[in-house]
DNA sequence: ACTTCGGCGTAAA
DNA sequence: TTTTACGCCGAAG
């Protein structure tokens, strides 16, 4: 069990309230943890995040709407794909 | 639309 | 211990 800095644990924390189907960015999850402008930090959290496929840090994206990166598996394509696939489910289409 | 610089926290040197 | 480099960024030019 390893000791991950308490920046982090708040990050994948409010990571893991977002509801499913919607998507936050970066700087409002800063800003939501406590440090508005660490966007960037932030970023590094999730990216060093163990949860990494578990934690729905996919529904977390840039200002622009974009996904900027993803360092678990699949990379920015499986982003997308899990971010279109929650939020078909959320209008009850398939 | 694209490029450049700035700012925050952690990990590594 | 201090400094440098890095990262799923953001705002400005």
């Not at 998507?23 to 800063?30: C, D, I, S």
Request: aromatic share 8%.
């Amino acid at each position: 069990m390893k000791k991950y800095p308490l920046f982090y644990q708040k990050v994948w924390k409010e990571c893991a309230k977002i509801p499913s189907g919607e998507t936050r960015t970066y700087g409002w999850l800063a800003s939501k943890i406590g440090v508005p402008g660490a966007a960037r930090a932030v970023g590094t959290a999730l990216a060093k995040n163990p949860f990494a496929p578990q934690i729905p840090c996919h529904r977390v994206i840039r200002s622009d709407g974009g996904m900027g990166g993803y360092s678990a598996s699949g990379g920015v394509a499986a982003k997308r794909r899990m971010l279109e696939r929650e939020a078909s489910k959320n209008h009850g289409t398939s």
